[in-house]
């Protein structure tokens, strides 16, 4: 990192003056907390005790059988309190938010997985909430707004633009910047402006670093690739981060084809995408040539998203990362297929992955391994696969 | 000497205030904005921004979010303003200033940007993404071509109203209170304190804006700054009335610049 907030020349702070003040107070505070044992050990002891951290390191071995190639490893973030990933970031910046002294949380949120995380924290410290998600990802995961309203948590829908993570994160600025003083904005990826991807990427990097020691425990060295889904880049800036520096470790990032990326329809930023600024950072957005934001599009909520963290478009403009694109079908596929192989029901998110793990493995021989971040669990979307798939459920 | 400065030079000189109008381009159609700028300017306008359409506008409320919306449905670029504001400067010669997210300027490439504005009579640009520690990489672009680029302050921007108040160019805009732009009916911003520290370090003339609209209000804070900004209440009535706001619009910036200067 040079200049402040820079990964190569992505990232920065973009946003409006009125909330320069509340980024400088939460870097301080931020670092402030980093260096402290105090905070450091009772995140720990909220992982362990509230999260169920450690999560487990599974080896899939009928999915290994399967698909005939490298052992493929999943890192069970799904068995989180929760359901998912974003409990790590949640806890870390709920604890900071209660140092700072603030009173209220608010958050965007796609499929929800954030938003619910968001809520928990918010009833375990005592946080008045408020949770901004776009009406079309309201209608596609309605059990998750039930979830945080019986958490006590407020959600507004966002009409604007095409209701979705997007403008969910727009609305989310807008409502702190009128309410700056006594909120915090608890941003649920490894974006936005300076210190967000910072922070966010240190609370999720305990998925890399617990992959790394049980990995070892399990087969001696390092494993020879690294998956994970990509919608802001959270799960996968965190299972990644530990492995950064290990340059014989493959880093993959699935991201989302929709109907697939010679469509209109997908939202896979780094094979469409191009150099923009947008939501307090510099990095890749799908944008058309007058830098409109576009509209986007995937089966999945989570990766329903015109950018990726500015770590990510760093990691992937040095060659350290690669992205690939995954469709809808064939993250449905792979939602079958982990079901019916390994008994376990893979959010739809983290479905991408599997199905980037399923053709990678097959390239690798049986003494190489896979980790995929199997970043939640599928519970929320099963209603959405069976409409997929032409199946009728009824209440 | 910028048309901006200009400007500020003449209401000094005559112990004036200066009121700035917003609206955006192409809402709902680039011959409207023509026609409302010429309006505004005779109905007493000193200064007007035009907005740039952009998808994702986050610093503004509802009346502008919706009107850079029916601007991007009138299909109005970045270069389509370009050539708005040639065919303007055949007619007028008060200062122009584009208000546009930082993405739009990145996209055409900053400085062919510049270069554009400074061509076609573009005198200041307001980009409310993009804070004082972010300048740097379109500023030497916006000197060299002469164009200024519109530092804001903030009631939270505290401490760093004096980093930015004394470096700013052409004017300072004073943002009035926390939140997105849009009509306010009060403000909470302690507007004496805020402009102590505020007179104490800038070296420019000060304006204030986000949720100025109506006559009363403009008499409220005329004293505190040199200029008024009044944006979403001009909108709204473009909202309303469409091509037909021209009228509208020139009766409503004369109310509002008599509330200025009247005794």
């Known amino acids: ?395 | 000497m910028n048309r901006i400065e200009m400007l500020f030079e003449k209401i000094k000189n005559k112990g004036e205030k200066a009121l700035i109008t917003f609206i955006t381009a192409g809402d709902p159609d680039l011959d409207t904005t023509e026609r409302l700028v010429y309006a505004m300017e005779e109905a007493g306008a000193d200064i007007i921004e035009l907005g740039v359409p952009f998808s994702d506008p986050v610093a503004e409320g509802p009346i502008i979010q919706a009107a850079s919306g029916r601007g991007l449905q009138s299909g109005t670029k970045l270069s389509d303003i370009f050539m708005l504001v040639a065919r303007l400067r055949c007619r007028t010669q008060m200062p122009l200033l584009l208000m546009m997210y930082l993405n739009s300027i990145f996209r055409f490439g900053p400085e062919k940007f510049f270069e554009e504005c400074s061509k076609n009579g573009i005198d200041g640009v307001i980009v409310p993404d993009m804070p004082f520690e972010e300048k740097d990489e379109i500023a030497v672009f916006a000197e060299k071509y002469n164009v200024l680029l519109i530092d804001l302050v903030a009631p939270t921007s505290k401490k760093r109203i004096k980093m930015i108040a004394s470096q700013s160019r052409g004017f300072l805009y004073c943002v009035s209170s926390l939140g997105v732009t849009g009509q306010r009916s009060s403000f909470s911003t302690d507007f004496k304190c805020f402009f102590e520290e505020i007179d104490r370090h800038s070296n420019v003339p000060t304006a204030i804006g986000f949720g100025i609209s109506t006559a009363e209000q403009v008499k409220e804070l005329r004293g505190y700054a040199t200029a008024l900004i009044v944006g979403s209440a001009i909108v709204k009535i473009v909202e309303a009335y469409g091509k037909d706001s021209v009228m509208e619009v020139k009766r409503f910036v004369r109310e509002l610049k008599a509330a200025l200067n009247e005794k």
């Open chain 1, 1 to 395: 990192m040079g200049k402040k907030g820079r990964f190569e020349e992505f990232g920065g702070q973009y946003v409006p003056e009125t909330l320069m003040n509340a980024l400088c107070e939460l870097e301080c505070a931020y670092e402030e907390c980093k260096g402290d044992e105090t905070f450091q050990a009772e995140l720990r002891a909220l992982y362990q005790n509230y999260a169920g951290r450690p999560s487990l390191l599974y080896y899939a071995e009928k999915l290994t059988t399967l698909c005939g190639g490298a052992k493929i490893y999943l890192k069970r973030e799904d068995l989180n309190h929760t359901g998912s990933h974003k409990i790590n970031n949640v806890l870390g910046q709920a604890l900071l938010a209660k140092k700072m002294g603030k009173k209220r949380l608010i958050a965007e949120t796609g499929a929800g997985q954030h938003g619910v995380a968001t809520a928990t924290a918010a009833a375990l410290f005592g946080f008045e909430c408020e949770i901004f998600m776009g009406i079309e990802d309201m209608e596609r995961q309605a059990l998750n707004v039930y979830r945080m309203e019986l958490l006590g948590a407020k959600v507004t829908g966002v009409a604007s633009g095409t209701g979705t993570l997007k403008d969910a994160v727009n609305e989310a600025f807008r409502q702190w910047v009128a309410s700056v003083e006594d909120t915090y904005y608890l941003l649920g990826s490894v974006m936005g402006p300076h210190p967000y991807p910072t922070i966010v990427r240190d609370f999720q990097k305990i998925i890399g670093e617990e992959t790394k020691s049980r990995h070892y425990e399990l087969e001696g060295k390092l494993p020879d690739c690294i998956i994970a889904c990509v919608g802001g880049g959270s799960n996968a800036m965190g299972i990644f981060y530990d492995f950064i520096s290990e340059k014989n470790v493959r880093l993959v990032g699935a991201e989302a084809a929709g109907k697939g990326v010679d469509t209109e329809l997908h939202a896979a930023t780094i094979t469409k995408g191009t150099p923009g600024i947008f939501h307090g950072m510099k990095s890749y957005f799908l944008q058309d040539e007058q830098g409109q934001i576009m509209p986007v599009y995937s089966l999945s909520a989570g990766l329903d998203y015109p950018g990726i963290g500015p770590e990510h478009a760093a990691l992937y403009s040095t060659a350290r990362a690669e992205y690939l694109p995954v469709t809808d079908e064939e993250a449905v596929c792979a939602f079958e297929v982990l079901s019916k192989t390994e008994g376990i029901i893979p959010a739809i998110e983290s479905a991408h992955a599997l199905s980037a793990a399923f053709k990678i493995a097959g390239e690798m021989s049986a003494n190489q391994s896979i980790v995929v971040c199997l970043s939640g669990r599928g519970d929320k979307d099963v209603y959405q696969i069976a409409r997929y798939r032409g199946v009728n459920l009824h209440e």
